[in-house]
């Protein structure tokens, strides 16, 4: 039977399973530009460096929303579910969503493919930022129940 506790674990997997897949595209970046290039000609004329650039420097705010979302998921497992501290981590890995849609959306200039992956990350970003919104609330009323008590 499926529990809240497997259903963590499942997350926490998946969140050391994408860190796993951003350090092999960090490390692979090269030939997977190369092929990306070969296989568009307006990839070809925008060229390496670019696409490059834009890969290395998105891999910042995703690894920094990798590592926010393990501790989220650490805090949540430790049975610390509405604590300001986890606001705090929403926020963050909004802000990380922000970075990465900034980033292709400077890269749309040179290849308007990216534009795709700028609005999902800007959305992934508005969704989080309504959850951090929600969480922010119930710990306000977490902190006036304790207090009635």
Do not use: H
């Amino acid at each position: 039977m499926w529990s809240d506790r497997k259903s963590l674990v499942l997350s926490k997997i998946c969140v050391l399973i994408f860190m796993a897949l951003l350090l092999i595209c960090a490390v692979c970046a090269p030939w997977i530009v190369r092929v990306v290039i070969y296989s568009s000609a307006r990839a070809y004329a925008a060229g390496r460096t670019l696409f490059l650039l834009t890969i290395y420097t998105g891999c910042v705010p995703g690894a920094a929303l990798l590592v926010y979302m393990y501790i989220l998921l650490r805090r949540i497992g430790a049975e610390r579910v509405f604590i300001r501290e986890n606001t705090e981590c929403l926020r963050r890995i909004s802000w990380c969503c922000f970075a990465g849609a900034a980033i292709c959306v400077a890269s749309a200039f040179y290849y308007v493919p990216w534009l795709a992956v700028a609005i999902a990350a800007a959305f992934m970003g508005l969704i989080v930022r309504v959850v951090k919104n929600v969480v922010s609330k119930a710990v306000s009323l977490q902190d006036e129940a304790d207090l009635t008590v």
